[in-house]
């Protein structure tokens, strides 16, 4: 099938048509299309790259299935995500990986890169076979005990050392456990007063003070997942001034929600690392627009309604993101020049960095003549109300119910096949 | 009247002194040797929903819904959670069928009475959640402290001890300060929560007590010291424990509370907790005729 899309403005600039045919980006020169698709209005992005997904798949299909993760994936105009490895059985081996894998290419909705554990069972004890999973058919470079800390210093290092091999990266959920035992929110004044066990700043700024540190030491690459506080900010900052080969993460909901969203004791808003300050807010912000914090993930953890409908010291952390990251990204304003959309800024942050990071060449490229035809198309004035039952995730425990978002995702191409047309997946 | 009791900060100072006022009455009325019953909640069911063990609370509950003649009925559900059992939405879907008046609940999680409240239809008590807020304990402190000193209104409240995981405490600190008490909390640095809003913090007991009106003495438990809040028993009880030299410090009027059950020796010296000033008895019965209150202002009662 060939494409023409008119009128397109290809990162903000100034509109011109795209033919989209055998996978790539060529000059319209007058070939006749199979479709026509009008876009006037519409901004072109590299498809957007999420280094940090929660899949599900094997073990909690009732929450999400890879082939229901990437069509929320593909709505919200990501053409690649990296799968986390706590799945059930754990991603800790190269047949779990490969099973990832292949299941993501059966749904064909977007490229679905699997993250391996550092650790056999994500147990923190002794290394998966990080070589193995690297070698496999999912070439895996991405490795993360995400949702447990790799805390013990002499393991983390070892991980940071031995992935230097296959140029792999550590991705580090920076969690203190010792600090953060039964902690149920941040820890600060609407923790105390709700009576809900604080997660103190620290816990997470002393894990990744350690961890760059180490990264320094072995001269290893270190990746910090959902960055989440001024402290950490400050950390990075220092770090990447003396050339430490760190790069950092921060989720949609830390830029926009804070932790005064307990006060309703739903526990929608029960997320780990948890909702911080309203400063905690403004530094994140900041650091994405100076690319302290190099890219936005979503940290999509979609939840069965039973681990979400009960009290919120029994509810299960994290919240769904795929289908509303851009719009959330888009209504900081973070990613602004005098007031306008920098779209180039929000190609890097979702898609150039991510896609070099996470190592997937066929991404994070402007969709411009001679480029896989592997792109999003947004409309940006669109606005749109956010409802929790629409959505192609299996879950609903979304945070943002009922807020006016901008932009929307029009259409989705991965390797020039359309995954989502008229703002509807294509399967 | 408000419609459920969740936390202290679900009542302003008019409804507070309403409350107060009438268990005041409500004492007055059914006191004395052989205790009255009223008619005022005939007909109505008042549900006792316990997921911890608290036989006092429970029993205090019970005794204020009987004195208005409520049916009562005792739902133990202790040891449920999400992951052996019933879940918190599926009882209140059973209780509301039951066509609960009021749910008494008493829960290890916080703020499970706010995730109640949005699944039944009738009234919710916080008899007691977590280490959030327990706001007829709060209530009956404030009762004691007015019945004994004839106010609330400018008091030097000081709560002494493990206010961290004390949800007395946080109920106190939210209903002294609606009521316009001055409230200043004491004890080791480890176990005062950080940020609190609305009460002084102080780390030296003796240097408080001269200025205080009320003193409240928090139980403290054994297993905090094994998580490193002090280091033993002793170096507590001679740091923040009240004695009886301690006791000589304070003025002359002034009371000291505790919410009970006490660890006599730890918090508090036999020879305080027997003392004239000391109020314990007195919350207790207190305790009923203010709960007696809170059931009739929700359910409407007349
Ligand atoms: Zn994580």
């Known amino acids: 099938m060939a494409y023409l899309i008119t009128n397109v403005s290809v990162l903000g600039a100034e509109p011109r048509d795209l033919y989209i045919d055998g996978g790539v980006i060529a000059e319209h020169k007058g070939e006749e299309p199979d479709h026509i698709i009008d876009g006037t209005g519409l901004v072109a992005l590299p498809g957007l790259v999420d280094l940090h997904t929660h899949l599900r798949e094997p073990g909690r299909e009732d929450a999400e299935t890879v082939e229901t993760g990437s069509r929320a994936a593909a709505l919200g105009g990501y053409t690649a995500v990296c799968a986390m490895a706590n799945t059930s059985p754990v991603a800790d081996t190269a047949g779990v990986v490969e099973q990832v894998w292949r299941l993501g290419r059966e749904a064909g909705l977007v490229d679905v890169q699997p993250i391996g554990a550092v650790t056999v069972g994500l147990a923190g004890e002794r290394l998966a076979e990080l070589g193995a999973m690297a070698d496999s058919a999912a070439t895996v470079r991405i490795f993360s005990d995400d949702g447990h800390c790799v805390a013990d210093p002499r393991l983390m290092r070892r991980a940071l050392e031995y992935v230097k091999a296959f140029d792999g990266v550590i991705a580090q959920h920076a969690e203190e456990p010792r600090l953060t035992e039964g902690a149920q929110m941040h820890e600060g004044e609407v923790a105390t007063r709700l009576g809900l066990t604080g997660w103190p700043a620290v816990a997470e700024e002393a894990i990744i003070a350690r961890d760059v540190l180490l990264a320094e030491h072995v001269g290893s690459r270190l990746h910090v997942c959902h960055l989440s506080t001024a402290g950490s900010v400050e950390v990075v900052r220092q770090a990447k001034a003396r050339g430490v080969r760190v790069t950092a993460e921060v989720t949609p909901h830390h830029l926009v929600l804070t932790h005064e969203r307990a006060e309703s004791y739903d526990p929608v808003f029960k997320v780990n690392p948890p909702l911080r300050t309203p400063d905690d807010v403004k530094a994140l912000r900041a650091a994405l627009a100076e690319g302290i914090i190099d890219i936005v993930a979503t940290d999509h953890a979609p939840h069965a309604v039973e681990d979400k409908e009960c009290e919120w010291a029994y509810a299960r952390p994290g919240m769904v993101g795929l289908e509303t990251a851009l719009s959330v990204v888009l209504s900081t304003g973070s990613l602004e020049k005098d007031g306008e959309i920098d779209w180039d800024l929000v190609a890097e942050r979702m898609s150039r960095t991510p896609a070099r990071i996470a190592g997937l060449t066929d991404h994070g490229h402007d969709p411009l003549p001679g480029a896989p035809a592997t792109f999003t198309l947004v409309d940006p004035a669109a606005t749109r109300t956010v409802d929790p039952v629409e959505t192609a995730s299996r879950s609903k425990n979304n945070p943002y119910a009922g807020m006016s978002l901008p932009g929307r995702i029009v259409a989705t191409f991965l390797r020039g096949e359309p995954t989502v047309l008229d703002g509807k997946a294509t399967k | ?302």
């Not at chain 2, 949005?118 to 916080?126: A, E, K, L, Y």
């Open chain 2, 1 to 302: 009247m408000i419609k459920h009791l969740r936390d202290a900060g679900d009542l302003d100072a008019g409804n507070a002194t309403l409350i107060l006022d009438t268990a005041r009455e409500l004492a007055r009325l059914t006191g004395g040797r052989e205790v009255k019953k009223l008619p005022t909640l005939r007909g109505r069911t008042v549900v006792n929903l316990f997921y911890e063990d608290s036989t006092r609370t429970r029993i205090s509950f019970e005794a204020a819904a009987k004195r208005l003649s409520a049916d009562v009925i005792n739902f133990s559900a202790k040891g449920s959670s999400v992951s052996k059992g019933e879940s918190l939405k599926d009882t209140a879907l059973t209780l509301q069928a039951m066509g609960a008046d009021a749910v008494v609940i008493r829960h290890g999680a916080s703020g499970a009475p706010h995730r109640l409240a949005n699944w039944v239809d009738g009234s919710v008590v916080n008899a007691g959640d977590g280490t959030h807020e327990h706001p007829t304990q709060a209530l009956l402190d404030a009762f004691t402290m007015r019945e004994r000193l004839g106010r609330l209104a400018g008091l030097n409240v000081t709560i002494v001890g493990d206010v961290l995981h004390s949800r007395v405490a946080r109920s106190n600190v939210v209903l002294l300060a609606t009521l316009g008490a001055k409230v200043t909390l004491v004890g080791p640095p480890t176990l005062i929560p950080v940020d609190i809003a609305s009460a002084e913090v102080s780390y030296d007991l003796d240097a408080v007590l001269p200025t205080s009106d009320v003193v409240m003495m928090l139980r403290v438990q054994h297993e905090r010291m094994n998580a490193s809040y002090f280091p033993s028993a002793r170096e507590y009880s001679r740091r923040y424990g009240m004695d009886g030299a301690r006791m000589a410090r304070l003025p002359e009027h002034a009371i000291v509370m505790h919410p009970g059950p006490m660890n006599r020796g730890m918090e508090i010296s036999p020879e305080v907790a027997d003392s004239p000033r000391s109020t314990i008895v007195e919350q207790v019965a207190n305790g009923v005729s203010v709960r007696m209150a809170v059931l009739y202002l929700l359910l409407g009662g007349k």
